[in-house]
């Protein structure tokens, strides 16, 4: 297949949405060099569908299966074994879609590694009005870009994340960013990180991983040196304060809802 810039190429793009309207549109034009684009919706009640399907995409209804489960679901609709999946509010930049041209050229051409399995990306995140270039923000490496036969997203409710199907295969990183265009205000997510917490403590809390007080307390503060100091989170200004500040205080909560859990379990 011609691999100039403004031919599509035989991969398959997926993503999965919930009232997505919002931010669907500009994340399926710049999937446009993709001859394969599906969309895996949850029931929205807003113009999500409308959307992907003005910018021809297919549409495929499944009620929410948790996000490791909807994303392996999603990625079972693919015509190629090669996926690339992206969230409605991430974006692929030129340079990120000139360097994944190049992996398909090749994967065409037969010169891609037997063991390759696929390409981790870095993710630039936009918070609170700015995108973060350090910390826990940039370069965020994402593993977005797989052979199917190879990977797929693991069983997690919550920070999923794609994994070998069989050992001996490895992962490549690409260059050019993925941006993370998340225009939530702190509200909204201060929701969704207390959301995820409680997903990730019902979970933990179902394999019975009783977290000590060391692990409570001495999680954040390792976050905290690991982001804020050694990957200089701190010249993100104030919003990389207030981004790590968030994440360390997850780091503790999360704990502390499984222990919640465990001791109400072993009361009734």
Known sequence: MNSAPHNPIALSAVLITLNAGSQLDA??????FCDDIVIVDSNSSDNTVEIATRQGARVVQQSWLGFGPQKQFAVAQARHDWVLCLDADERVTPQLEQSIRAMMLQAEQGLLP????????????????????????????SRRLFNRKLANWSDDAVHEKVELLTAGRHFEKLHGDLLHESAESLDSYLVKQNRYTSIQA???????????????????LVRFIKFYVARKGFLDGWTGLVHIAIGCF???????????????????
Request: with cysteine; charged share 30%; proline share 6%.
């Open 202 to 220: 019902q979970a933990l809390a179902a394999r019975g991983k009783w977290p000590s007080v060391g692990k409570m307390t001495l999680s954040p």
């Open 27 to 32: 994340a399926l034009k710049s999937l446009k």
């Open 114 to 141: 037997d063991d390759l399995a696929g390409f981790d990306m870095p993710r630039c995140n936009f918070f609170l009005g700015r995108y973060l270039r350090h910390g826990e923000g940039y370069p965020d490496y």
């Open 250 to 268: 997850n780091s503790f909560i999360k704990y502390a809802k499984v222990r919640e859990l465990m001791s109400n379990q072993r009361e009734k």
